[in-house]
C-alpha cells in the first residue's frame, strides 16, 4: 500500500470516527436531564478524542 493509500486510510478512520461522534452526540440528554446530557457528551468527546489521537499515531507513525 503506498503512502497516499495509507493516509486516506487513516482520513477514512477519523471520518469514521467523528460520524460515531455525531451520532453519541445527538443520542446525548434525549431523556431531558441536563446533567445526563453533559455527561454523555463528555463521554462521546473523550471517546472520539482518544481514538483520534491513535489515529494520528498511527497516520503520524508515532509509537
Do not use: P
Amino acid at each position: 500500500m503506498g503512502d497516499g493509500e495509507k493516509n486516506r486510510s487513516h482520513s477514512q478512520e477519523a471520518i469514521a470516527c467523528l460520524k460515531t461522534y455525531k451520532t453519541e452526540f445527538s443520542e446525548a440528554g434525549k431523556d431531558g436531564s441536563w446533567v445526563l446530557y453533559l455527561q454523555e457528551d463528555l463521554d462521546a468527546t473523550n471517546k472520539c478524542l482518544s481514538s483520534m489521537i491513535e489515529i494520528a499515531r498511527k497516520d503520524l507513525q508515532v509509537v
